[in-house]
């Protein structure tokens, strides 16, 4: 398997696969699994902080004072996914429209459902 940086807008990410294609399927799923993992941390934080009564959602985020807040959202997705086997900003290893390859990753996690997987 080759290695492909793989570029959509600021999010970048270096993965092995077969080809290109694969690369940016790939890409997708880690693109999703860090949005799935920051929605988790905002709603751990904000039960937190409903829980404490020394904090009150409706006021600033200053004056919550030391509160651990996730890292933040992974940057946004541009409209196309670049592949490259020899760096970022470059697209030798394909370019991909973005709502193509969340398409195609949809229907491949559908097929994986039907099977039970």
């Not at 799923?29 to 988790?40: K, M």
Request: glycine fraction near 10%.
């Amino acid at each position: 398997m080759a290695k492909f940086y793989v570029q959509s807008g600021l999010f970048e990410i270096m993965i092995q696969a077969g080809d290109g294609e694969g690369a940016a399927l790939w890409a997708i799923h880690r693109y999703l699994q860090a949005c799935d993992q920051a929605s988790q941390q905002l709603f751990i934080l904000r039960q937190n902080l409903n829980a404490s009564s020394d904090f009150n959602l409706n006021s600033p985020p200053e004056a919550w004072g030391e509160v651990q807040t996730p890292a933040g959202d992974p940057p946004d997705l541009a409209e196309t996914i670049r592949c490259s086997e020899i760096g970022f900003g470059r697209s030798d290893g394909g370019v991909y429209l973005t709502n193509d390859v969340l398409q195609k990753y949809t229907e491949l996690l559908q097929a994986l459902a039907s099977l039970g997987i």
